[in-house]
């Protein structure tokens, strides 16, 4: 079956630091992979996606992934986080069955800013 | 373009009840999904519709029921409510096929007591 882990649960960095968020999948063929934010109470804002191609793809808000397929990994990076950047972030990937997507998402990892 | 759109925000429920959350889907989109995100968890796949038929379910029981207006908009049914469907029940919009993004609405909190 197809899954997706995020093995932080949580992550607290200073302003201004890096950021690396870690997710592994499991999926038999080429997946389609998705970080999404979301902010309390808020419903899910789309981060960035890789489908094919480029194995590293730009998002919103200056986060970056690199797709590795010999790693199954998907990564979320950000160079310098803002304190507007606390909240919980989700890898899925995409369950391609009969012509349909759904989308199978990680337990997320909460971000926490220190000012 | 108003995106996609859920009601009610919250809910309170009594255990036992039934209860209908509803979606309009944004502009232009015609397939809709359900997910139940439980406090602390990522989203769960409920069901997904197209062309007013329910397409593909995860792993929830009957007592979740869906329905597609022909205008796209949707509902998601739970009878029998238990406490442990206590959860914000997530709507999600998207143009059928692949290579699709999906857009989510801001939820519906659904509190059993």
């Known amino acids: 079956a197809q899954s997706v882990t995020q093995p932080d649960i949580h992550i607290t960095v200073s302003e201004g630091a890096s950021l690396e968020l870690r997710c592994n999948y499991s999926y038999g063929a080429t997946p389609y992979l998705f970080w999404y934010v979301q902010s309390p109470g808020q419903g899910l804002q789309l981060l960035l996606k890789?489908?094919?191609?480029?194995?590293l793809v730009q998002g919103i808000k200056g986060f970056e992934a690199e797709f590795k397929r010999s790693q199954s990994s998907f990564n979320l990076r950000k160079p310098s986080v803002h304190w507007s950047d606390a909240a919980e972030y989700f890898c899925?990937?995409?369950?391609?069955?009969?012509?349909?997507?759904?989308?199978?998402f990680g337990q997320g990892t909460r971000l926490t800013i220190n000012p | 373009d108003a995106g996609v759109t859920q009601s009610p925000t919250h809910l309170i429920k009594t255990r036992g009840q039934q209860v209908t959350l509803r979606c309009s889907p944004k502009s232009g989109h015609d397939t809709v999904s359900w997910y139940q995100q439980a406090l602390g968890q990522g989203p769960q796949f409920i069901f997904q519709y197209y062309e007013e038929e329910e397409r593909q379910r995860g792993n929830f029981p009957d007592r979740f029921s869906g329905h597609q207006f022909p205008n796209y908009s949707s509902e998601l049914n739970v009878n029998a409510l238990l406490l442990g469907d206590s959860a914000l029940y997530l709507c999600?919009?998207?143009?059928?096929?692949?290579?699709?993004?999906?857009?989510f609405g801001q939820g519906t909190r659904l509190t059993v007591v």
């Open positions: 899925a990937v995409g369950d391609i069955i009969q012509g349909a997507q759904k989308l199978v």
């Open positions: 999600a919009s998207s143009f059928r096929g692949l290579n699709t993004e999906a857009f």
């Open positions: 890789y489908f094919s191609g480029d194995t």
